[in-house]
């Protein structure tokens, strides 16, 4: 009897519990849902908006209905045109262009920097991280004077290089205090036990360490180059017609009167700048973490 | 003793850049001298660049090709700037003081060209290098010049024009108090009475210097010195204020640019409304436009008769650095020459500096407020003419924007605007 | 030294233990500190040289301009001459609102000169900065917590979160000037008529709203990745034994996170304080909008000495600012001893 009144009871605990772990599950999951959809709206409301506006007519620019009217295609066309010497297509490439190799540089330099910083021990370690740290400390609108100063006197003015030099300067702070931070959290007992199975250093780092820290080198990766995509003040002073960025090339777009800011156009340009670098981005992350797990070393 | 360890990479950056300011060649300080530089080139011929902000009506490029088809061997390039007026200013300034040859005739706008010039970086268009002004407006040359000077090619030009409700008031108001008086039909008709531009910007500049010109005040006298403690400039900006006050100037025309003015007034929300004449155009023809058919324009309503309104425009220069001066001064003479004026009206609706072009029966039709238009430039006072412009603008727009939401009376705008003018031409 | 808190603390082992390091040549204690010195220049040089060129020469070139006086205008030909040595003379004008007196000498600067302005400029300036990097923080990590869970759609949020942050900022100040309009969708959205570019607060939270969608995503994703790096072990076995979800956070992902955190904020915080292009679209500096590096670009303008000086007394606060947060707030990539690696778990 006992026994019996026991395991029933038991039963019905068990039952209980699981019942409260599935809701507490439930409720979690649907907790999850709604924090979703509202990082959504915050995060796409506004975009909306300029995806809205970018179809509309250019006479009804500041209708306010919340959804689409007066649609049309014409600030799409407007923003491509080239016949009043627009070269949008050709600033888009070039902020491609400029973008990868910032990043494609920053990172290499960077992750020297930081492995340095983050593993091996030498004297004026502070004083680097210092220096590197004062270099996101100055005014960046007071940088532009003597920087043209500087292209002009050794003629570099409009090149490429004028435009990418300033932006790995601008990315390597940021880029060496991120790696440098993750490099301090990996397991480096792996790189031993790599070096132990017959690796060379750069072997061990390169097979064990670098996926392992791939999230991170991505991640800064990013944040490199949405930071030169977004460049603008140094690009507007130190590029030329055919080096500009897109940044500076939607800066001139100009309405067909003088004081008429053409916010379709402008809007028309910042949503075809913005959906192929989402996607970029999306497509590399699920290669990346999908090459991570994968090759996990665990 | 952790401190010093965090201080010292300032110091040795010290050391690493000392050596690179010597090699760099001393960066900034952009100053005058301009003698030599502007002794030079006079003869010089051959390809030029000409820079000015975006050509929003594609008329600058046939003009080129056309002067490239006749100058084989004196080639114009075009520089197009973007379309803002700071950043172009920016542009140029950047261009002067690393006094490179990069650019040879700039298109200044009215209020830079007293700055460039005392800073030595433009061309004195005197002697060997004068250019006719015979039958240019007044105003426009006035603001090309410095210190009796002339210094640039007035090219295009710009004045306030009134716009008004005529199927709400019969006939413009000639003075400010009788257009106060008509607010009552404002009232009538729920909708708004005047407004102009007034958020803090160049716009309210503009606004409030044609406040106090039309009401007889001027911001600075014949010296160049400022001239605001007088009770005309008093009457002139407490007009604005009072009108913000009682509500014959809506309040959200605070946050006013030309655009959201325009837009007020083409939504039929102004009986009356002040801007400049590129928005004509707009709306007549935009579809959004309430009012297709339904304003007047007329000069602006002044003391006891038209008000003065302040110049707009640009004007053509040539840059001292310049290797071509020769074939820089021809093509500021064609730039400005009949045919061109007329062309740049014609299809791009900038008001010519030549007053004949104002009486041309064809571009009278097609822009139909040119007279006007040329009462109003005829009635302009420039901006003030003065080097020291960024700041005169910036203390007129600080305190007149005060003043404006109330937050302190004409009176002591004026004495702030005053004594803020004062400092910035003691020099520091 | 007791302030000095390392990334982790609390799984910071007993220092000089485990020989974690090793030079590329393995020979006595001292040899190797000295070699890996020498590695380590090697490594570092390309961005000291990078940083050099771009960031040190326009600094040291600001510096010794900020010791000259501005062009003045001569009297007689009115061209502007060489305004020659000035001292210390533009930094005692700035920090005292100094300005020029007609008939020589200085006095307060009045309303509407720029001068005027540089302390209520530092103020606006730390204010948009405490309370948009505060905001980025809280919206950050909650964004990144969730977007580090498993469920359908998260490709979805983790895409959407990138979307501020990928519009060039040049359009997202006009975005924003466009649907703050008195009426645009926000104030036709809400139902409200609020001026929003026309007075101080309504101005402030402007840009502060502005910024912070912006750059919001800057934070989550640094922070995401500080997550992604976190062992699922680690909480599984803080799950078995009994740790609340609240536990978790406070004793496990916070400190994980901690390094990541701290270098998202010290970032962030370091470009807030040189916030430009939002409020200079947005208000052009009006309502007390003006920030540090607006007033430079708008004494750029009136004199290029004058600035240099507020130039260099921008970078000193800011500079202030990294100290404090480095030596004081834990933001250090590295700990004091650099000798001894962490061992983790």
Redesign the interface.
């Known amino acids: 009897m006992t026994t019996t009144t026991a395991s029933t009871e038991l039963r019905a605990r068990q039952d209980k519990g699981r019942k409260a772990a599935q809701n507490r599950e439930k409720w979690a999951s649907a907790r999850t849902y709604i924090s979703a959809v509202v990082i959504l709206i915050w995060c796409l409301a506004p975009a909306y908006w300029m995806v809205v506006t970018a179809f509309r007519e250019v006479d009804f620019t500041y209708d306010t209905t919340p959804w689409p009217t007066h649609v049309t295609m014409d600030n799409f066309i407007t923003a491509f045109d080239t016949s009043f010497g627009n070269r949008f297509g050709q600033a888009l490439l070039n902020s491609i262009f400029i973008g990868v190799t910032v990043t494609v540089i920053s990172l290499v330099i960077g992750v020297f920097a930081a492995y340095a910083l983050a593993r091996l021990n030498f004297r004026f370690k502070y004083l680097v991280l210092g220096f590197i740290l004062g270099a996101s400390m100055f005014p960046g609108v007071a940088l532009i004077t003597p920087l043209f100063q500087l292209f002009t006197n050794i003629g570099w003015m409009g090149t490429y290089q004028a435009l990418i030099i300033p932006n790995i300067s601008f990315v390597l702070p940021l880029t060496v205090y991120t790696l440098t931070s993750f490099f301090r959290e990996m397991p480096w007992e792996l790189e031993e036990s790599a070096r132990v199975d017959g690796c060379t250093q750069g072997q061990a780092f390169r097979k064990v360490i670098m996926p392992l820290a791939a999230p991170a080198i991505f991640t800064t990766a990013i944040l490199a180059f949405i930071s030169s995509w977004n460049e603008f003040l140094i690009a507007s002073q130190l590029s030329n017609e055919a080096t500009k960025p897109v940044t500076v090339a939607i800066a001139s777009f100009a309405g067909a009167q003088p004081n008429q800011i053409p916010y379709t156009a402008i809007m028309a340009a910042g949503t075809i700048v913005t959906i192929p670098l989402v996607i970029l981005v999306l497509v590399f992350q699920r290669k990346i973490v999908a090459g991570l797990t994968a090759g996990a070393v665990k | 003793m952790k401190t010093p360890r965090f201080l010292l990479p300032a110091a040795t950056a010290g050391v690493l850049a000392l050596t690179l300011t010597a090699c760099g060649g001393g960066g900034g300080g952009g100053t005058a001298g301009g003698g030599s530089d502007a002794e030079a080139n006079l003869e010089g011929r051959g390809p030029i660049t000409y820079v000015q902000g975006k050509d929003n009506n594609n008329v600058v490029r046939p003009l080129i090709e056309k002067w490239n088809a006749e100058h084989p061997d004196e080639q114009v390039t075009f520089k197009e700037q973007t379309d803002q007026a700071d950043q172009q200013h920016d542009d140029l300034v950047q261009n002067f003081q690393a006094k490179t040859d990069d650019y040879d005739v700039v298109s200044v706008d009215v209020v830079w060209t007293a700055e460039f010039a005392a800073k030595g970086w433009l061309q004195p268009l005197k002697d060997k290098m004068a250019i006719d002004t015979n039958g240019m407006l007044e105003a426009p040359v006035e603001s090309a010049s410095y210190k009796g000077t002339l210094y640039a090619a007035p090219k295009d030009s710009d004045g306030g024009i009134l716009y008004y409700r005529k199927d709400l008031v019969p006939e413009a108001p000639k003075t400010w108090d009788e257009m106060m008086g008509m607010c009552s039909i404002a009232k009538e008709n729920n909708i708004g009475c005047y407004a102009g531009q007034y958020k803090q910007y160049e716009g309210l500049t503009v606004n409030a210097s044609e406040a106090i010109n039309s009401a007889g005040g001027s911001v600075l006298n014949d010296d160049g010195k400022p001239n605001l403690t007088t009770p005309e400039a008093e009457e002139g900006l407490n007009n604005l204020v009072d009108a913000f006050k009682n509500g014959n100037i809506p309040a959200e025309a605070i946050t006013y640019q030309e655009e959201e003015s325009r837009r007020a007034f083409q939504e039929g929300k102004l009986l009356f409304h002040r801007n400049w004449p590129y928005i004509y155009s707009l709306i007549t023809t935009e579809g959004s436009s309430a009012v297709k058919d339904k304003f007047g324009m007329a000069p602006l309503p002044g003391k006891d008769g038209p008000g003065a309104s302040s110049l707009g425009g640009h004007s053509a220069a040539i840059s001292v650095y310049s290797k071509n001066k020769a074939t820089a001064l021809d093509f500021i003479k064609f730039l400005t020459n009949e045919e061109q004026q007329k062309f740049f009206a014609n299809q791009a609706s900038l008001a010519p500096v030549l007053s004949s072009l104002y009486e041309d029966q064809e571009l009278v039709s097609k822009l139909p407020y040119l007279t006007v238009l040329q009462e109003s430039i005829a009635n302009a006072v420039p901006r003030p003419v003065t080097p020291f412009y960024p700041a005169v603008t910036q203390a007129i727009q600080e305190n007149s924007y005060a003043a404006l939401k109330g937050e302190k009376s004409a009176e002591q705008a004026l004495a702030d605007m005053q004594k803020s003018i004062e400092s910035a031409s003691a020099g520091s | 030294m007791a302030t000095e808190l390392g990334?982790?603390p609390a799984t910071k082992p007993a220092s000089g233990g485990t020989p974690?390091?090793?030079?590329?040549k393995g020979v006595g204690e001292d040899n190797?500190?000295l070699s890996?010195?020498k590695?380590?220049?090697w490594?570092?040089a390309?961005?000291?040289i990078?940083?050099?060129?771009?960031?040190?020469?326009?600094?040291?070139?600001?510096i010794?301009?900020s010791f000259?006086?501005?062009?003045?205008?001569d009297p007689v030909t009115?061209?502007?001459?060489?305004?020659g040595p000035a001292g210390i003379q533009?930094y005692v004008?700035w920090l005292g609102q100094q300005?020029?007196?007609?008939?020589?000498g200085t006095?307060a600067?009045?309303?509407?000169?720029?001068?005027g302005q540089f302390w209520s400029a530092t103020g606006t300036t730390f204010l948009f900065t405490v309370i948009t990097v505060t905001f980025e923080t809280i919206l950050g990590f909650?964004?990144a917590m969730?977007m580090a869970?498993t469920?359908k759609?998260?490709?979805?949020?983790?895409?959407?979160?990138?979307?501020?942050?990928?519009?060039?900022?040049?359009?997202t100040a006009?975005?924003?000037l466009?649907?703050f309009?008195?009426?645009?969708?926000i104030n036709?959205?809400f139902n409200v008529?609020i001026?929003?570019?026309?007075?101080e607060w309504p101005a402030k939270w402007a840009v502060i709203i502005a910024d912070t969608?912006k750059t919001t995503?800057?934070m989550a994703?640094?922070i995401?990745?500080?997550l992604?790096?976190i062992?699922a072990e680690v909480y599984e076995a803080a799950k078995v034994d009994g740790a609340t979800a609240w536990q978790r956070f406070r004793l496990i992902t916070l400190p994980?996170v901690k390094?990541?955190l701290?270098?998202a904020i010290?970032?962030r915080t370091?470009?807030a304080l040189?916030m430009?292009?939002l409020p200079y679209i947005l208000?052009?500096?009006?309502?007390n909008t003006t920030t540090?590096?607006i007033l430079?670009?708008?004494q750029?303008?009136?004199?290029?000495?004058?600035?240099?000086a507020l130039?260099t007394i921008?970078?000193i606060i800011?500079?202030l600012v990294?100290?404090i947060f480095?030596?004081f707030l834990g933001a250090n990539?590295?700990?004091q001893s650099?000798?001894t690696?962490?061992?983790?778990?």
């Open positions: 990334p982790t974690v390091h090793h030079g590329p190797k500190i890996q010195g590695w380590a220049s490594l570092l390309p961005t000291i990078a940083l050099g060129i771009v960031i040190v020469y326009p600094i040291i070139s600001a010794i301009m000259q006086k501005d062009a003045g205008l009115g061209l502007f001459t060489e305004g533009n004008n300005c020029a007196a007609p008939g020589g006095v600067c009045p309303p509407g000169t720029l001068g909650w964004m969730i869970r469920f759609g998260r490709g979805l949020v983790r895409a959407a979160v990138l979307v501020p942050w990928a519009i060039p900022t040049a359009v006009q975005l924003w466009f649907m309009d008195f009426n645009g969708i036709k959205l008529s001026l929003w570019t026309g007075s969608w995503p800057f994703l640094l995401l990745a500080g992604q790096m062992p994980l390094p990541a701290m270098v010290l970032f370091l470009d040189r430009f292009d208000t052009g500096g009006a309502n540090l590096s430079v670009i708008n750029i303008r009136q004199g290029f000495n004058s600035a240099a130039s921008t970078f800011i500079f990294a100290f480095v030596r990539v590295v700990e650099g000798a690696g962490k061992g983790k778990k």
